[in-house]
């Protein structure tokens, strides 16, 4: 891995006493991630309406709820880790203490232990793990003739592992600094189902529309109904295919409420025509 070469990217808060992160990428596809090798413009939007809004602070206030110091936050298709660890950077900066688990295709991982170790943050514990929307929901992708980038992109269950890292596990060792961990082999995720998250982070993970039904069905089991109040989940894509993009909130909107965030209330520089936030919460038993 370090004798990849890789590209990077900047990404500098509003806040200019949080330490800039740098974001590598693998625009040539070197590591075989595919498209979780590149940043996207979604996550950016993201990241900025993320520092803007005040939704990392109310879900700490609903974590000391339930009586936890730490707040638990999961991505799922991370890519590079962009949002991900500029939340943690964020959450770093205020004392909030965090466990923080970026997900994706093991292909990917590598980078984003890259991207993990580049940018650490204080008081977080960062770790990357790989989870298979199929297995954790029940639910297998729906056939298709071709995936629109590659047969690596074709499914969140794909274990192909980069040639150029061993499939291994990596933990490091206990210390009072930031956590790093990775598996890039599919763990168990009954750890991850059975957690309570404050946050769930969803960025441009609709693009594909045969890993609707094991997506949502992964969301379902990660938010159940009991979390109506409490947990929330964050829905951030970049329009390409409108028609088939109302398809999966139809189909979200049975078992999510959600309401789209307004260009008002993001940052200014930072929002595109083209790119739409939700903010959504599972619906209780009763409805």
Same mark, same amino acid.
């Given at each position: ?9 900047? @990404? ?11 974001? @590598? ?82 292909? =990917? ?14 008081? =977080?514990?960062?770790?990357?793990? =790989? ?157």
């Amino acid at each position: 891995m370090d004798s990849v070469s890789l590209s990077s990217r900047e @990404y500098e808060f509003n806040n200019y006493s949080i330490e800039p992160l740098e974001i @590598y990428e693998d625009p040539s596809g070197l590591l075989h991630g595919g498209v979780g090798s590149t940043v996207w413009d979604t996550a950016i939007v993201l990241s900025k309406y993320l520092e803007k809004s005040n939704i990392l602070a109310t879900s700490s206030a609903t974590a000391s709820r339930s009586k936890r110091t730490t707040l638990n936050i999961l991505e799922l298709g991370s890519g590079t880790g962009l949002v991900g660890l500029a939340v943690a950077r964020m959450l770093s900066a205020t004392g909030q203490k965090a466990r923080i688990v970026l997900t994706d295709k093991a292909n =990917v991982l590598p980078l984003l232990q890259r991207n993990m170790e580049k940018n650490p943050a204080e008081g =977080v514990e960062l770790e990357a793990r =790989v989870l298979d929307w199929e297995a954790v929901s029940g639910v297998r992708a729906k056939a298709i003739a071709k995936a629109p980038d590659s047969e690596a992109d074709q499914s969140s269950s794909e274990e192909t592992v980069s040639a150029t890292e061993p499939e291994a596990t990596t933990t490091s060792e206990p210390s009072s600094s930031p956590v790093a961990t990775t598996t890039t082999e599919s763990p168990n995720a009954d750890d991850i189902v059975s957690t309570e998250w404050d946050l769930v982070i969803l960025s441009d993970c609709i693009w594909f529309p045969a890993l609707y039904a094991p997506l949502i069905g992964t969301l379902i089991r990660l938010l159940g109904p009991e979390t109506a109040s409490s947990s929330k989940l964050i829905v951030a894509f970049e329009k390409r295919n409108f028609s088939e993009e109302m398809e999966f909130f139809a189909t979200l909107g049975k078992s999510f409420t959600f309401r789209d965030v307004k260009p008002e209330e993001q940052d200014p520089s930072y929002q595109s025509d083209d790119i739409f936030l939700f903010l959504c919460q599972r619906r209780p038993l009763d409805q």
